[in-house]
T-cell receptor, first 115, second 113 residues
Framework: DAEITQSPRHKITETGRQVTLACHQTWNHNNMFWYRQDLGHGLRLIHYSYGVQDTNKGEVSDGYSVSRSNTEDLPLTLESAASSQTSVYFC??????????????FGPGTRLTVT | AQTVTQSQPEMSVQEAETVTLSCTYDTSENNYYLFWYKQPPSRQMILVIRQEAYKQQNATENRFSVNFQKAAKSFSLKISDSQLGDTAMYFCAFIQGAQKLVFGQGTRLTINP
């Protein structure tokens, strides 16, 4: 069965370190997204991609970067981790062309703690 | 900018009761999509129901139904015959054009035995 996976599921890191969160989907979806979830804010969009070599900034992109070298993967990098980036991170994917409003499929999430 | 507001941070009902979760949104567009996602304690995000704005008929999925009021920009979720497994965070979300979901703050729903 097709799926979307994230690794690691839990990560503790120190302030100032570079951290990369992996996201891998086997749906063959063009669209991939990274969200962060914080209490009182729901999920907020960090970065997204509509296909290979395409990346775009979301609502809360400062301090994060992504790259899309193939269809299956969209790794999220925190260049210099800060305590404000302690959060739960979700990756999602969807097939839809712009405007079709298809369902986004979510990964299981990564809980990141920056100490 | 599009915004989604869920005014009920927490709700609690008894098993088998009916419960309605509220959601309002703000957009100037005419074509868009609305969703309710469920997040149980496992943290997995699960799609509950989807509504296309150009369809006047309210979407239903088994015990879950919506009351979509386009003019009022309201999109409430009704859960009938609630079950213990319905205990979760529920997020209302909006999407238009560029496939970017905008989420509300969430409502924590507890079903009591």
């Amino acid at each position: 069965d097709a799926e979307i996976t994230q690794s690691p599921r839990h990560k503790i890191t120190e302030t100032g370190r570079q951290v990369t969160l992996a996201c891998h989907q086997t749906w063959n979806h063009n669209n991939m997204f990274w969200y962060r979830q914080d209490l009182g804010h729901g999920l907020r969009l960090i970065h997204y991609s509509y296909g290979v070599q395409d990346t775009n900034k979301g609502e809360v992109s400062d301090g994060y970067s992504v790259s899309r070298s193939n269809t299956e993967d969209l790794p999220l990098t925190l260049e210099s981790a800060a305590s404000s980036q302690t959060s739960v991170y979700f990756c999602a994917s969807s097939e839809a062309l712009t405007g079709n409003g298809d369902e986004q499929y979510f990964g299981p999430g990564t809980r990141l703690t920056v100490t | 900018a599009q915004t989604v507001t869920q005014s009920q941070p927490e709700m609690s009902v008894q098993e088998a009761e009916t419960v309605t979760l509220s959601c309002t949104y703000d957009t100037s567009e005419n074509n868009y999509y609305l969703f309710w996602y469920k997040q149980p304690p496992s943290r997995q995000m699960i799609l509950v129901i989807r509504q296309e704005a150009y369809k006047q008929q309210n979407a239903t999925e088994n015990r879950f139904s919506v009351n979509f009021q386009k003019a009022a920009k309201s999109f409430s979720l009704k859960i009938s015959d609630s079950q213990l497994g319905d205990t979760a965070m529920y997020f209302c979300a909006f999407i238009q054009g560029a496939q970017k979901l905008v989420f509300g703050q969430g409502t924590r729903l507890t079903i009591n035995p």
